[in-house]
């Protein structure tokens, strides 16, 4: 599935928040977005799915496998939201409820969008359980019963189980230790490339970045800075957001990461 924004303003009564963006995911690819704190990246995502506050106007193009999503009804977005796209967001227990089990949680959309039978409904969440690396008895645990990687994993779980074909992460990782981080980035990449969908993942954190997009955007002030392939962005960044965003990276990998040695090697 692909998105093809264009022209995209943003804005809060006089103040823009996004100006004259333009970004395209193609289907079953895999692209970065990369930006400061503050840089419009959430809104970015938030403006494209509908789900900003009526406060925020939204102008310019959104073509998800070509039918317009600025300007688009409640229905149009409800039928697409969490069965053609997906969510995977920064703290999984906001996202997740603390009194319902994560396997109801994780039904959700699927007893929104399908018309199966509960039996079934469990058993593919049996299977999704698995399929993120849990094993399917964590059904019956409450969110405060897992540690943060595996809340992150039931977050996945939810996300992925309708089958989306196009998969929004927003700083999906950013709550987790590195060793966490890494591991549930590969699962998503997994996942996301098994299901042959395409993935939008939302990061500040370039070096994160390089084990999943091929291609990125560097976000700066609410405008597209610049773009490309993501390891020529983090080799020779030209602009002075993607300098930032890369030499910010490097110090907080030249500790932990593996990634740096194993370029370097
Ligand atoms: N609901 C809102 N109303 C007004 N301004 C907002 C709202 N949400 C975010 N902003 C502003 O939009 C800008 C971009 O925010 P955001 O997209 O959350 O940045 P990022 O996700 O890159 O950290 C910030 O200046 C923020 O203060
Ligand atoms: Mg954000």
């Given at each position: 599935m ?10 809060v009564?006089e103040t823009p928040i996004?100006e004259?963006?333009?970004?395209t ?49 409640p229905?149009?977005?409800a039928?697409i ?8 967001f920064q ?7 603390p009194?319902?089990?994560?396997g109801r ?13 509960s039996?079934?409904?469990?058993a ?8 993120v690396g849990?094993?399917?008895d ?8 897992l ?5 992150q994993r039931?977050?996945?779980a939810?996300?992925l ?11 999906s ?9 890494v591991?549930?980035?590969r ?19 370039f070096?994160?970045?390089a ?9 700066g ?29 490097r ?10 040695s194993e370029?370097?090697q």
């Amino acid at each position: 599935m692909s998105l093809e924004v264009s022209k995209l303003h943003v804005s809060v009564g006089e103040t823009p928040i996004l100006e004259d963006v333009s970004l395209t995911v193609g289907d079953a690819e895999r692209v970065g977005l990369v930006g400061t704190s503050g840089s419009g990246k959430s809104m970015l995502a938030m403006s494209v799915m509908g789900l900003t506050p009526s406060t925020v106007r939204v102008e310019g193009s959104a073509l998800l496998d070509g039918q317009q999503l600025v300007g688009a009804s409640p229905q149009t977005f409800a039928d697409i939201r969490g069965r053609s796209v997906g969510f995977v967001f920064q703290d999984p227990s906001a996202s997740l409820s603390p009194v319902i089990p994560v396997g109801r949680q994780i039904e959700r959309s699927l007893k929104r969008h399908y018309s199966l039978n509960s039996k079934n409904r469990r058993a593919r969440v049996a299977t999704m359980l698995e399929k993120v690396g849990l094993s399917a008895d964590l059904a019956a645990s409450y969110p405060h019963e897992l540690s943060g990687g595996q809340q992150q994993r039931v977050a996945i779980a939810a996300a992925l189980i309708t089958s989306p074909k196009l998969i929004i992460a927003d700083e999906s990782t950013t709550a987790l230790d590195a060793m966490t981080q890494v591991q549930i980035t590969r699962l998503l990449v997994s996942l996301v490339d098994d299901a042959g969908a395409s993935l939008l993942f939302i990061t500040h954190d370039f070096s994160v970045l390089a084990r999943v997009a091929q291609r990125s955007y560097v976000l700066g002030e609410g405008r597209v800075q610049e773009e490309g392939p993501t390891q020529d962005l983090l080799e020779a960044p030209q602009t002075e957001a993607g300098k930032r965003l890369v030499l910010a990276a490097r110090k907080l990998t030249f500790s932990s990461s593996q990634s740096d040695s194993e370029r370097r090697q």
